[in-house]
């Protein structure tokens, strides 16, 4: 059984803007350089692993 590769990408806007890259823009820089190694480390392991390693965690969904 092979592990899934995932592919971590952000969405551009018609006008241009990248919510994302904008947000990550005003975050401190180590806040942003530790957010932005998670996701290698999680695109390059697969989410099993990050989920395992507690680098990612699913959201929950249920609302009462």
């Known amino acids: 059984m092979g592990m899934e ?3 971590f ?3 551009k806007r018609p006008n241009d803007h990248d919510e994302f890259l904008e947000w990550l ?5 180590k806040d942003s350089a530790k957010l932005l190694r998670t996701i290698e480390e999680t695109e390059k392991n ?3 692993i990050a989920q395992r ?3 990612v965690k699913k ?3 249920h609302v009462d």
């Open 53 to 55: 390693l507690k680098w």
């Open 59 to 61: 959201l929950d969904t």
């Open 46 to 48: 697969g989410l099993l």
């Open 9 to 11: 990408e952000t969405y």
């Open 25 to 29: 823009e005003t975050l401190p820089k």
């Open 5 to 7: 590769k995932i592919s």
